[in-house]
């Protein structure tokens, strides 16, 4: 396993994936830099307090990491659905598996490598941007390893469903899907929670399920919960439009869920372990 995992990482980087992930990330911290600087300065020039830099500066962060959980979804659906699929279609996975290693072997070594491969592009890109940002402002999310893990972890909960979908579709069906499947669950979240300020409970459920089927969005409130002062929570919290808000969040994910959201991983990569074992090669 631990072999196939650097060979996913060797191949990651001969293709060229790392480089263009690195390259994207140091782009997105150079606009996201100068944007956070220029909207500082122009506060500081109406003689704004230092209390509202950092408020509107967190806000400013909570929307970059909104646009940038469409970007990894991207990556991670488009990195995971090929995984399996094109070397089944291209007989290389005939090849491999026709030695002693086993296909749990070879489908969690795939999954290895490419977690890593998410993972390390989510935390780079996430950490550069908070630092940018805190550098020309001055301001710091209150905990800097909450939003950047949350990140971190809904890339590889969408990458393991692409690949699990892989080892049955082609890669372009699989992409499609998860992709598909990442916006209708964050949907579904901003349903629910302006169910749940409206007090309308068939409509809440909505967004229970979707955290359910899939932990996405259920972690992107994690994400938004690291990021906020906490003045905004203190100030926000009770409001029932603050709830329906889904760029704000009172609270982090329950322990429940983050159980729940790891047992779910495990599933689908037995389900995936599964339907390759039954494949025929």
Known sequence: MITIARL???????????????????????????????????????????????????????????MF??????????????????DLESGIAQAMLAR???????????????????????????LLAIEAAAFVSGYTPPNLVLPI????????????????ISTRLSPIAGGAICVVAYGLAWMSGVLGDIGT??????????????????????????????????IVISQLGGSEAAQANPFFASQPPSQAFLAWAVVWLALVLLVAVNQLRRREL
């Open 69 to 86: 959980t469409f970007v990894l979804a991207m990556t991670a659906a488009f990195l995971g659905s090929p995984a399996i699929a094109t």
């Open 149 to 164: 893990g949350y990140l971190a972890y809904q890339a590889i909960v969408l990458m393991t469903l692409a690949l699990a």
């Open 197 to 230: 300020a409206l007090h309308a409970g068939g409509v809440s459920l909505i967004g229970d399920i979707g955290r359910v089927v899939l932990p996405t969005d259920g972690l992107w409130r994690g994400v938004v919960y690291g990021l906020e002062p906490s």
């Open 8 to 66: 996913t990482i060797g191949e990651a980087a001969r293709r060229k994936v790392l480089w263009v992930l690195v390259g994207l990330s140091l782009l997105s911290v150079a606009l996201v830099t100068w944007g956070v600087d220029r909207l500082v300065s122009l506060i500081r020039e109406q003689g704004e307090a230092e209390l509202q830099v950092k408020i509107v500066v967190s806000q400013i962060l909570i929307f970059i990491a909104f």
């Open 100 to 126: 002693p290693l086993r296909r749990s072997s070879y489908l969690l070594g795939r999954w290895l490598g490419l977690s890593i491969v998410i993972a390390g592009y989510a935390i780079l890109s996430g």
